[in-house]
């Protein structure tokens, strides 16, 4: 039961489809129609951002283990405080990606950001050289080799990000 649309061929001007009121009205259609809807929007401030927190529930942020991540998760704190002062606001979920067990730095980087997120965050994905394969032969790392770290790490994120959309929202 499970559905994806893909992106299709791009118009000359996407921009201006994503601001006009035709990609609202398809995410308010597709939202009636499906228990769950997931959009991937581009990194940072962006038409798509704004019009797929509109309808949110949840807002799912994936981060680096850096420092201008730690700043950035500040900055999408401010992006989504118009949005979480709605009447129905979306619950923000964060997941650190990419953690290098090799770098005392990004280890360290990495518990700070635990911290600040506390019980935003589902979950921390360590690099894997499994995944970086997969991802550029086009494949599914977790069709492959499902037992590796960073396998693991996704696994539990897909469960822990499950249990989020088995909550209602009020």
Not at 17 to 40: N, S, T, W, Y
């Amino acid at each position: 039961n499970l559905y994806v649309m893909p992106v299709g061929v791009q118009p000359p001007n996407p921009l201006e489809l994503l601001q006009g009121p035709a990609f609202g009205i398809m995410l308010r259609e597709v939202a009636h129609k499906f228990d769950h809807v997931i959009i991937d929007t581009p990194a940072g401030e962006s038409p798509y951002l704004s019009q797929a927190l509109g309808l949110a529930d949840k807002a799912l942020v994936v981060t680096l283990a850096d420092t201008s991540s730690y700043r950035y998760a500040n900055y999408m704190e401010r992006l989504l405080l118009p949005y979480l002062e709605q009447d129905n606001p979306p619950q923000s979920y964060f997941v650190i990606n990419r953690v290098d067990i090799t770098s005392s730095f990004n280890l360290d980087m990495c518990q700070v950001l635990k911290k600040r997120l506390g019980r935003q965050l589902l979950g921390v994905v360590h690099c894997d050289p499994v995944i970086r394969l997969a991802g550029s032969e086009g494949r599914d790392p977790l069709e492959q080799v499902p037992h590796s770290r960073g396998c693991s790490d996704l696994l539990n994120i897909t469960g822990a990000l499950y249990e989020q959309l088995l909550v209602p929202t009020l």
